[in-house]
């Protein structure tokens, strides 16, 4: 309530002569009085500092983020050298040719000095010559899949590797010495030699005894 309005619900009031003004008086010295002790409160509290609490980190935090700084350094210590560095290897890499040559027929086989060739009626012939020394003839006769081999060199260099657990011997001439191995149910292996050539004839899906007998007949009556 401001001086005015004081005034005027003090003018409503009809008291005894004289007390009017001194009612009125004590009203406005109180009203002064209550003022001034809000000023000084207001005063008190604007001058008292600010006090802000201080936040604090945790401890693994700190050493959290010091950790990833250093985790940072490192990884760039190793990616950095390696990044910037432009300049050519002392060994360039080496690639090694395919071991197979491939050839048109029989008559690619005459720089070994000798040559090879599939039995009549087979099918799906392949000629090459691999790791320069050894002739190879694939083919397909009567259904079944046959490796053909031939080199000047001693000891097992057909595709047919590992020990045989039963061995026939081919009555085919006597010249030849040939034999049949079972390698497998599904694997054979025939060998036989010949003016100081060495011939193999491997089956590897299961052909019977007489169908790979049969084949290593008809190619040793080419040779």
Same mark, same amino acid.
Request: aromatic share 10%.
């Given at each position: 309530?401001?001086?005015?309005?004081?005034?005027?619900?003090?003018?409503?009031?009809?008291?005894?002569?004289?007390?009017?003004?001194?009612?009125?008086?004590?009203?406005?010295?109180?009203?002064?009085?209550?003022?001034?002790?809000?000023?000084?409160?207001?005063?008190?509290?604007?001058?008292?500092?600010?006090?802000?609490?201080?936040?604090?980190?945790?401890?693994?935090?700190?050493?959290?983020?010091?950790?990833?700084?250093?985790?940072?350094?490192?990884?760039?210590?190793?990616?950095?050298?390696?990044?910037? %560095?432009?300049?050519?290897?002392?060994?360039?890499?080496?690639? !090694? =040719? @395919?071991?197979?040559?491939? *050839?048109?027929?029989?008559? #690619?086989?005459?720089?070994?000095?000798?040559?090879?060739?599939?039995?009549?009626?087979?099918?799906?012939?392949?000629?090459?010559?691999?790791?320069?020394?050894?002739?190879?003839?694939?083919?397909?006769?009567?259904?079944?899949?046959?490796?053909?081999?031939?080199?000047?060199? %001693?000891?097992?260099?057909?595709?047919?590797?590992?020990?045989? !657990? =039963? @061995?026939?011997?081919?009555? *085919?001439?006597?010249?030849? #010495?040939?034999?049949?191995?079972?390698?497998?149910?599904?694997?054979?292996?025939?060998?036989?030699?010949?003016?100081?050539?060495?011939?193999?004839?491997?089956?590897?899906?299961?052909?019977?005894?007489?169908?790979?007998?049969?084949?290593?007949?008809?190619?040793?009556?080419?040779?």
């Amino acid at each position: 309530m401001n001086d005015n309005e004081v005034k005027n619900a003090f003018d409503r009031i009809e008291p005894e002569p004289g007390a009017q003004e001194r009612m009125y008086a004590n009203i406005l010295k109180k009203a002064a009085a209550q003022k001034e002790d809000q000023n000084a409160e207001k005063n008190v509290e604007e001058k008292q500092p600010t006090v802000q609490k201080r936040r604090t980190i945790p401890m693994w935090r700190r050493w959290g983020s010091l950790a990833a700084c250093l985790a940072i350094v490192i990884a760039a210590g190793f990616v950095l050298p390696h990044f910037f %560095d432009r300049s050519e290897p002392d060994d360039p890499p080496i690639f !090694v =040719g @395919s071991p197979f040559e491939d *050839v048109d027929g029989p008559e #690619g086989f005459e720089k070994l000095g000798f040559t090879i060739d599939a039995p009549e009626n087979a099918e799906n012939l392949y000629y090459c010559i691999y790791d320069g020394k050894i002739a190879r003839v694939d083919f397909t006769l009567n259904g079944h899949e046959y490796t053909y081999e031939a080199a000047k060199l %001693d000891g097992n260099f057909s595709q047919a590797e590992g020990e045989a !657990v =039963g @061995s026939t011997v081919l009555n *085919v001439n006597a010249e030849y #010495g040939a034999t049949l191995d079972c390698l497998s149910p599904d694997t054979w292996r025939a060998h036989w030699s010949k003016d100081g050539v060495n011939y193999y004839l491997s089956n590897f899906d299961g052909a019977s005894e007489e169908a790979i007998t049969a084949a290593a007949e008809l190619l040793m009556g080419q040779n």
